[in-house]
C-alpha cells in the first residue's frame, strides 16, 4: 500500500489527511490560520501539519507525495499561487518552495493546484467519477468553481485558468457577475445570486413563507421542501441555467459525466438535479446528451482526497 | 523532405493534394463525385485520386501517410464515418477500410478525421496557429464548425463530438437552431440565420439598399462595405455573439487563440472582427481574454493541407 498526504487550503483553516492507494483517509487534522499570518508562516504551519500527519504513518517511504489545494489561481507546473481571493496581497507566492523549506530533511515532492480541480480529481478516483476519462466538475457555493479532467489528468489551458465553468454565459443580459461580465452562471446559481433573485421575487409581491432579512440557500432549500412555491421556482430557476450551462459544455467538451458539489448541490434531486437535467437534455444534441449529471459524492472530503491524489496525478 | 497526401471529402468533390513537410502544397487535383454513387464507389474514387497524386512524388517511400478530412460525425480511431450530413443514409462507413483495399498494394498509412478539426489542424501547423499549443478553430458558413486542439493535437471528447462550437449557447431563449435547441452561435451567425435575421429586419422596415428576395451573405456584407447600416448591424451583431460564445469558451478551455475562417470571416476586421473583440474584451476575465482572435490565413487550403497533417499528428 502506498499513501500521500492531502492539504486543503483555506483562509481560516488548513485540513490535511493521510491517504492511502486505495482511497481511505486514514488520519485526518485541522488547524486554524489567518491570512493576516502571511504566506511564509501559513507555509510553516503547512509543513507542520504535515509533519504531524507524517508522524502518524510509521514507513516513512510509503508516502509518495503531498498535494495542496488552494483556492485561488495556482500556477500548477510550478508550485506557485498566482493570486487567491481568499488571500488577499498575496501575488506569485511560491508557496510549495516555501513549504519546502519548512519540511527540511523530509524529502517528499510536493505538488498544487486549484481547489476545484482537486475536487474534481478527487471525485474522479474515488468519488462519482470512477471509471471515467474526461470529466467536468462544479462546485455550487458563495461563487461557482469549476475543473476539468481530460484523460484522467487535469486540464489547466494555456495560463492556468481553464475550467471557469462558473463563469460560462447563460444569459448574455443576465444579472451582473462578480467577475464584471452579464449573466454568467454564478450570476444565477452563486449562493449570492440565489439570494439576491428570491429577494426581488418577494419584493415584487410574490407569496412565500420566506423573510428577505434573513435569507440563505439553505433556508431557501427548506421553504422549498416544505412545499414554499416561491423557493421552488428559484431552484428550479437555478437548475435551469445550470442546464444550460452544461449544454454548451457538452457540445464544446464532450465529456461523459458533470460532478456537482458545493453546499448548494445538497438540495439534491428534486429540488435541483431533475430541473438541470430536464433543461440539459432538452437542448443536447444527441451524442453528447448521453453525458451523465450526478451529485458529487466525496463531500467535505473531496479536498483533502483530490489534494492527496496530486501525487499520483504527476502533470 | 517527407510528404502526406490530403483527401479534402465533400458532397460534390473530392480534393486532394500532395504536402510536403515543409508546409508546401506541392500538387493538387479535384475530381467530381456524387453522394448517390455509394460509399464504396466514392471510397474508389479516393483510392484512385490518391494514386494519381502518389504518381507525382518520384520516391514513394517519402510519403508518410495519407489523411481524410470528411464533414459529419468522424471516429477518428477506427477510420469511420459515424454519420454526415453530406452523405444521407451513411452510417458507421469504415470509409478508411474501403479505401485501403481499393489502394490494394500501397500499404500507406490512413488517417481520418472531422473537417473542421482537419481545418485547426491545418492552421496550427501552417497557418494562423503556428507555435500554439491550444488552438480554437471556428468556421462561419451554412452552419458554424468548430475544433478544439489541445497540446497540439485534436480533442475528440469522449464520443467524437468535442468542439461543437457553433452549439455554444449565445442567447439561451433565441432563434431555433438546427440542432433543436435554441440560441446556439450558428442560430445567429451560421448563413441562413443571418441572412433570417436580415429580412426580419427589412420587413420591420428598417431604410435599406438590401433586396430581401435576393440575399445571400456576400451581398449583406458588400451593402455593409458601401455603408449601408441595416448590413452592418447584421455583422455588427453577428460578431457580438461570436465574442459572446467566445468568451465562455475561453473562460472553459483557456487558449491561446481562436482562428476564424469560412466564407462570412470574410467579412473581415472593420465589418466583423473588430466587433468580436470588442464583445470578448468586455466580457472575459483578466487572463483568459489574452486570447488571440485572429482570421484564418490558409482559405481554401486549409481542408487538404490539415487533411494531409493527420499524417504527422498521431492520436
Not at 475543473?147 to 489528468?153: A, L, Q, S, T
Not at 463563469?167 to 449573466?183: L, S
Not at 422549498?224 to 437548475?239: C, M, V
Request: glycine residues 14%.
Amino acid at each position: 500500500m502506498q499513501y500521500s498526504i492531502g492539504i486543503d487550503l483555506g483562509g481560516t483553516d488548513i485540513k490535511a489527511g493521510l491517504l492511502s492507494s486505495d482511497g481511505k483517509l486514514m488520519y485526518r487534522t485541522v488547524v486554524s490560520t489567518h491570512v493576516n499570518e502571511g504566506a511564509k508562516a501559513i507555509a510553516k504551519r503547512i509543513a507542520q501539519t504535515i509533519l504531524q500527519v507524517h508522524s502518524q504513518t510509521q514507513s516513512l517511504k510509503d508516502i509518495i507525495g503531498i498535494g495542496v489545494g488552494s483556492p485561488g489561481l495556482i500556477l500548477a507546473d510550478s508550485g506557485i499561487i498566482h493570486f487567491s481571493p481568499n488571500f488577499p496581497g498575496w501575488s506569485d507566492i511560491p508557496l510549495l518552495d516555501y513549504v519546502a523549506a519548512e519540511l527540511g530533511n523530509l524529502k517528499i515532492p510536493l505538488y498544487i493546484d486549484n481547489d476545484v480541480n482537486v475536487m474534481v480529481l478527487g471525485e474522479l478516483h474515488h468519488g462519482a467519477g470512477i471509471g471515467y476519462e474526461n470529466v467536468v466538475g462544479l462546485t455550487l457555493g458563495t461563487g461557482v468553481g469549476g475543473g476539468i479532467v481530460i484523460n484522467r489528468k487535469v486540464y489547466h489551458g494555456s495560463w492556468n485558468t481553464a475550467g471557469e465553468l462558473g463563469h460560462t454565459i447563460v444569459q448574455p443580459n443576465g444579472p451582473k457577475c462578480g467577475c464584471g461580465n452579464r449573466g454568467c452562471l454564478e450570476a444565477y446559481a452563486g449562493a449570492r445570486h440565489i439570494v439576491q433573485r428570491t429577494r426581488q421575487k418577494l419584493a415584487s409581491g410574490q407569496n412565500s413563507c420566506l423573510n428577505p432579512d434573513v435569507l440563505t440557500p439553505k433556508q431557501i432549500a427548506e421553504a422549498a421542501e416544505a412545499g414554499d412555491k416561491l423557493a421552488q421556482e428559484i431552484f428550479a430557476e437555478t437548475g435551469k441555467y445550470i442546464g444550460v450551462a452544461l449544454t454548451s459544455i457538452a457540445h464544446i467538451l464532450n465529456p461523459e459525466i458533470a460532478i456537482i458539489g458545493g453546499g448548494i448541490a445538497g438540495a439534491g434531486e428534486k429540488l435541483l438535479f431533475q430541473h438541470i437535467r430536464n433543461e440539459f437534455r432538452k437542448r443536447t444534441m444527441g451524442i453528447p446528451s448521453q453525458m451523465e449529471i450526478v451529485p458529487a459524492k466525496l463531500g467535505n472530503d473531496a479536498g483533502l482526497i483530490g489534494a492527496a491524489m496530486l501525487a499520483y496525478n504527476i502533470h
